[in-house]
Nanobody
Framework: QFELVESGGGLVQPGGSLRLSCAASGFSLDDYAIGWFRQAPGKEREGISCISSADTTYHADSVKGRFTISRDNAKNTAWLQMNSLKPEDTAVYYC??????????????????WGQGTQVTVSS
């Protein structure tokens, strides 16, 4: 069974940091692009970061300079390091894999395997 499991979410004060993990099981992440998305209540799902199989990365303007995506194929895991968190970063965060393309992109409709999501709340 192919599965992605996110962890690392929680409640953090503005200006704080969190590190989200995305662990894959049942398959190898080596050949696939990995994306991080988030969805706040009442808003559309937003693609915020991605990393290609060749480690090319992209970060949306809303998180650029604060969030960093990385991967370790040996651990079959990807991470999203989130620094300088703001209340507007509050959302459910999802990782996803596009099994049909190794390139980095944030077209949510093209990603065909999703994790269950992890809640991130930024509040004082």
């Amino acid at each position: 069974q192919f599965e992605l499991v996110e962890s690392g979410g929680g409640l953090v004060q503005p200006g704080g940091s969190l590190r989200l993990s995305c662990a894959a099981s049942g398959f190898s992440l080596d050949d696939y692009a990995i994306g991080w998305f988030r969805q706040a209540p009442g808003k559309e799902r937003e693609g915020i970061s991605c990393i290609s199989s060749a480690d090319t990365t992209y970060h949306a303007d809303s998180v650029k300079g604060r969030f960093t995506i990385s991967r370790d194929n040996a651990k079959n895991t990807a991470w999203l390091q989130m620094n300088s968190l703001k209340p507007e970063d509050t959302a459910v965060y999802y990782c996803a894999v596009d099994s049909r393309a190794p390139v980095c992109h944030v077209d949510a409709y093209a990603y065909d395997l999703w994790g269950q999501g992890t809640q991130v709340t930024v509040s004082s």
